[in-house]
């Protein structure tokens, strides 16, 4: 069965709870199995931790298509952010996309603990337990991101910052 559901919110913590759960029932409703359909959401969960921890202004459009050739989930997670949260994503990037998944995430959790406000413990989370690919994308147009409030100004060191993951599926 092919699947494409698109999802735009202003990045708040209330949201995530109800977007997981959103995300697993909808899924889990003859998409996908029910632990394709946790780790999608586990996925997108944490994601969107980020954009409300990071997201400069506007909000945030999630993408979540099924690929059937290749058996897996394409999540996408489009927000904008200042350079400064740029280049903080970047740097947990590439310290949790080298080596083995396991190991990286244990060494992320470890490091948790000395810091829980700044775990930084999502994207090794999605690459360990969603045995997801991280992807990323920084755009300078943000004008082409469609759920920037009319009224809202933007400074110019605001960045779009697309985040996708793949994840496989049965």
């Known amino acids: 069965m092919a699947f494409n559901l698109k999802l735009s919110f202003g990045p708040q913590w209330e949201s995530i709870p ?21 780790k999608v959401a586990t996925a997108c969960s944490e994601l969107i931790e ?8 506007g909000g945030t459009m999630i993408d979540v298509t099924k690929d ?3 058996g897996r989930i394409l999540l996408t997670i489009m927000n904008l952010a200042t350079t400064e949260n740029v280049t903080t994503f970047e740097q947990i990037y590439r310290e949790i996309s080298q080596g083995d998944p396991k ?19 999502g994207l ?9 690919t991280i ?15 009319a009224a809202e100004k933007l400074d110019s060191d605001i960045k779009l910052l697309s985040v996708s993951v793949e994840i496989p599926v049965n």
């Open 135 to 149: 992807e990323y994308e920084i755009m300078e147009d943000v004008q082409s991101f469609a759920v920037i409030p």
């Open 124 to 132: 090794a989370r999605i690459r360990y337990e969603c045995q997801g």
């Open 103 to 121: 190991e990286v995430y244990k060494k992320m959790m470890l490091k948790s603990f000395s810091d829980p406000e700044k775990s930084q413990l």
């Open 68 to 70: 059937l050739k290749r």
């Open 50 to 57: 980020n954009v409300v921890k990071y997201s400069a202004a």
């Open 18 to 38: 109800i977007i997981r759960n959103f995300t697993t029932d909808l899924l889990s409703a003859g998409i996908l199995d029910i632990n394709d359909a946790k």
